[in-house]
């Protein structure tokens, strides 16, 4: 798959165009473990009650800001958050990352004999036992997504897993709040606070830092 297949459709290039700022396709994908551990499973828990009384009856929206290769929408599968019809959005800035997205998804599917079928490389359907996902790899930066007006509409479900410590927090928010559906929820884990700690401390370390 082409990078420049993310140009056209749903998908929309970001602001500026350049690949290869961002991480690795490989190095997310080994992360993904220690994330799995990091996550706080008790926030888990409340996340997946709070969301079905959130939703109701209705087919579950979902978007994710920087979403990488798709190991937070695999994480969301396989840990059972959805039970139900939904609508999937992962974005990012790079295509890069979209095109390893669909293969790393397209692989994972299928180790976990799942039905994953592409109408497009930008719009796939999963189906499990339990739930039934349209998924959409859309092709832009977080400050081009908030500021779009499109079919999409608004959502029950945000999520920011290592993102929102890069881009301007306090522009960014109420803009991502503003997409949610009323008593809608926001999930941003991992947030950089700008420091490196090493501890205990011993003697050299500012030194060294």
Not at 145 to 152: G, H, K, P
Request: charged share 20%.
């Amino acid at each position: 798959m082409s990078k420049d297949d993310f140009s056209s459709g749903r998908a929309h290039r970001a602001i500026g165009g350049e690949t290869g700022n961002s991480f690795h396709p490989g190095y997310l994908a080994a992360k993904k473990s220690i994330d799995d551990r990091a996550l706080n499973h008790h926030v888990w828990g409340t996340l997946r009650q709070a969301l079905s009384q959130t939703a109701g009856n209705e087919p579950v929206n979902i978007l994710e800001i920087g979403a990488g290769i798709g190991t937070m929408f695999e994480r969301i599968i396989d840990r059972e958050l959805l039970k139900r019809s939904a609508t999937y959005v992962a974005t990012d800035s790079d295509p890069d990352q979209l095109v390893a997205a669909f293969k790393y998804l397209s692989q994972w599917a299928e180790k976990r004999h799942y039905s994953l079928s592409w109408s497009s490389q930008q719009h796939g359907r999963l189906s499990t036992a339990k739930a039934d996902v349209s998924l959409i790899l859309d092709l832009a930066s977080v400050e081009e997504f908030v500021d779009r007006s499109d079919s999409l509409g608004s959502f029950h479900l945000i999520i920011a897993h290592a993102v929102l410590d890069l881009v301007d927090f306090q522009v960014v928010l109420p803009q991502l709040f503003s997409r949610l559906k009323n008593n809608g929820l926001a999930y941003f884990t991992c947030n950089f606070d700008g420091e490196t700690l090493f501890l205990p401390a011993c003697d050299g370390d500012e030194e060294i830092i």
